[in-house]
């Protein structure tokens, strides 16, 4: 038998079975496609977020409208989000999933990736802004109301670091946050009540995830900087509490979505492998 350094021979971990064979199965196994599939879902998610985060997009101008004005905590406005939020309902769905059937493990290795990848991004983006820009791209857009490509470019794509930080914190805790809460209702109830788990641990996940970026990017990062104004505690749960809202009503309208792509899932599976992930997923730490 050849090597196994010639891509045939034996795995050192798998006796018997070759690397080829290995990566074969690996490709053609419905459980790490489907992990695959979720997984890329939920990254590109996170990635396409943070960057049409920048935008803030009024929603009653958006449906055509008249602007709601509220007033909650001493501070009037109209419905304004990141646009960030419309990737929200995709988080929702990929976390409920990758609890269900791969665990903590899975989620943990899926956020871990998550966070290394946005902040490679990031960096990238910050080495693309220092490089001088040619003459002609600066100005190629004036008579479109963009005088200067390279403030545009940075100005869009360069967010401030306390708003990357405060999004990826955020990201985090909820993350965890949501597989603690997912986790404890499953044990107490198994496999049934899908909508309490659900909707329960995204109700409490996403109350963390939209305050403390929040905190993170308007307060505690103008505080450390100096740059900027800091938000006041009244605004800051104004916005707060708007965004939470939007996001525990979504939880609850996408509640039937997750009972969709639970059958789905366990038809392409099949039921009995299904259960063994299931069960396999309740028990990884």
Do not use: C
């Not at 021979?9 to 459980?31: F, K, M, N, V, Y």
């Amino acid at each position: 038998m050849k090597s196994s350094s010639s891509g045939t021979g034996s795995h050192s971990g798998t006796p018997g079975l070759t690397d080829t064979q290995l990566a074969e199965d690996i490709i053609t196994h419905r459980p790490s496609r489907l992990f695959i599939l979720l997984g890329g879902f939920f990254i590109a998610n996170a990635l396409v977020a943070e960057f049409i985060g920048v935008k803030i997009f009024a929603l009653e101008d958006t449906l055509g409208i008249k602007p709601w004005n509220f007033n909650l905590f001493g501070r009037q406005g109209a419905l304004q989000f990141s646009a960030g939020v419309l990737m929200w309902p995709i988080v929702f769905i990929m976390t409920d999933l990758i609890n269900e059937y791969y665990g903590k493990r899975g989620i943990r290795l899926l956020s871990f990736l998550a966070i290394g990848l946005i902040s490679y991004a990031f960096v990238m983006i910050f080495g693309a802004i220092q490089l001088a820009p040619a003459d002609w791209w600066v100005r190629q857009n004036e008579m479109q109301g963009v005088p200067d490509m390279q403030k545009a470019f940075q100005v869009v794509l360069g967010q401030g670091m306390m708003i990357i930080a405060g999004s990826i914190a955020a990201f985090l805790v909820a993350q965890f946050v949501d597989v603690f809460v997912f986790h404890f209702i499953k044990k107490n109830t198994g496999e049934r009540m899908i909508w309490l788990r659900a909707t329960g641990s995204t109700v409490v996940s996403q109350f963390f995830d939209s305050f403390v970026v929040l905190y993170v990017a308007f307060i505690l990062g103008p505080q450390l900087v100096g740059t900027v104004e800091p938000w006041s505690w009244n605004q800051l749960l104004a916005v707060g509490v708007v965004q939470y809202t939007y996001k525990f009503f979504m939880a609850v309208l996408l509640t039937p979505v997750i009972y969709v792509a639970h059958m789905a899932i366990d038809r392409y599976l099949g039921k009995e492998v299904a259960h063994v992930i299931k069960q396999r997923a309740t028990q990884w730490n």
